[in-house]
C-alpha cells in the first residue's frame, strides 16, 4: 500500500513563473491536507480539500495561491507569479475522514521550492 | 498566536535512558492530540496519538501522556535509542493539525 506521493520532490522556479505541485493521497483516503514549512519554521497549515471542495482554506495566502483536488487525478497546489518568499517545503497528508484512523494525517516526503 | 508550543528547541538524552519531550497548548477545545518524528528532507511520520478523552496512550517504547486541566502533554521514549534522533512535533487536531515549532533529540551512544 503506497503511502502518500507527492511530486516533484525539489522544483526550481523563477519570479514571476508559476509552480505546480502535486499530491496522491493514501488509497482509500479521500481527505487532503497542504501544509508549508518556512526555513526555520514549523509546518503551518494552508487547505484541507476533499474530492472536489475546499473544505477549509483559512492557511492559504489570499493571492497568487489555489489547490484543487478533482474527482480523478491527484491533489495539485499551485502558486501563480512566484517570490522568493515561497521558497519552502509543501508537505502533502491524507487521511481516511472516518473510522479508528480518521484524526490521523499520513505525510508525504514534500516538494521542496527554491525560486531564484 | 502561537496555540501549540514546545518550549525546549532541543534535548540530549544518553542511549537507554529517557526522553522526555513537552508540549503545551492553549486552546480547550482541541480534541486530539499527536506526536510525528521528522528527518531532514523527509516528510513527518505518525508516532502516536491520544484523544482528550484519555491521559495515557502508550506503544512499544513510546508512551503519550495528556494533563487536559494544564494544557499539557508529552512524549516519553525508554529506553532511547540513536535511531530516534530527530525533529519531533506535536500537533492538536481539530481536522487541520496545528504543529509547534519542534524539538530536536539527540541520542548519544
Known amino acids: 500500500n503506497a503511502g502518500v506521493m507527492q511530486n516533484p520532490r525539489h522544483l526550481v522556479r523563477r519570479r514571476g513563473q508559476e509552480a505546480r505541485l502535486r499530491c496522491s493521497p493514501m488509497?482509500?483516503?479521500?481527505?487532503v491536507y497542504w501544509y508549508r514549512q518556512l526555513p526555520e519554521e514549523g509546518l503551518k497549515f494552508m487547505v484541507y480539500l476533499q474530492k472536489e471542495n475546499i473544505i477549509d482554506e483559512s492557511g492559504m495566502p489570499k493571492e497568487r495561491f489555489s489547490a484543487e483536488f478533482p474527482k480523478e487525478g491527484p491533489s495539485i497546489l499551485r502558486i501563480q507569479q512566484v517570490v522568493r518568499g515561497d521558497s519552502a517545503a509543501y508537505f502533502c497528508?491524507?487521511?481516511?475522514?472516518?473510522?479508528?484512523?480518521?484524526?490521523?494525517?499520513?505525510f508525504g516526503a514534500g516538494t521542496r521550492l527554491s525560486v531564484l | 498566536d502561537q496555540q501549540v508550543k514546545q518550549n525546549s528547541p532541543s534535548l540530549s538524552v544518553q542511549e537507554g535512558r529517557i526522553s522526555i519531550l513537552n508540549c503545551d497548548y492553549t486552546n480547550s477545545m482541541f480534541d486530539y492530540f499527536l506526536w510525528y518524528k521528522k528527518y531532514p528532507a523527509e516528510g513527518p511520520t505518525f508516532l502516536i496519538s491520544?484523544?482528550?478523552?484519555?491521559d495515557k496512550n502508550e506503544d512499544g517504547r513510546f508512551t503519550v501522556f495528556l494533563n487536559k486541566s494544564a494544557k499539557h502533554l508529552s512524549l516519553h521514549i525508554v529506553p532511547s535509542q540513536p535511531g530516534d534522533s530527530a525533529v519531533y512535533f506535536c500537533?492538536?487536531?481539530?481536522?487541520?493539525?496545528?504543529f509547534g515549532q519542534g524539538t530536536e533529540l539527540s541520542v548519544k551512544p
Open positions: 488509497k482509500g483516503h479521500s481527505h
Open positions: 500537533a492538536a487536531s481539530n481536522r487541520k493539525l496545528i
Open positions: 497528508a491524507s487521511s481516511p475522514g472516518q473510522g479508528s484512523t480518521k484524526n490521523i494525517q499520513y
Open positions: 491520544i484523544s482528550s478523552i484519555k
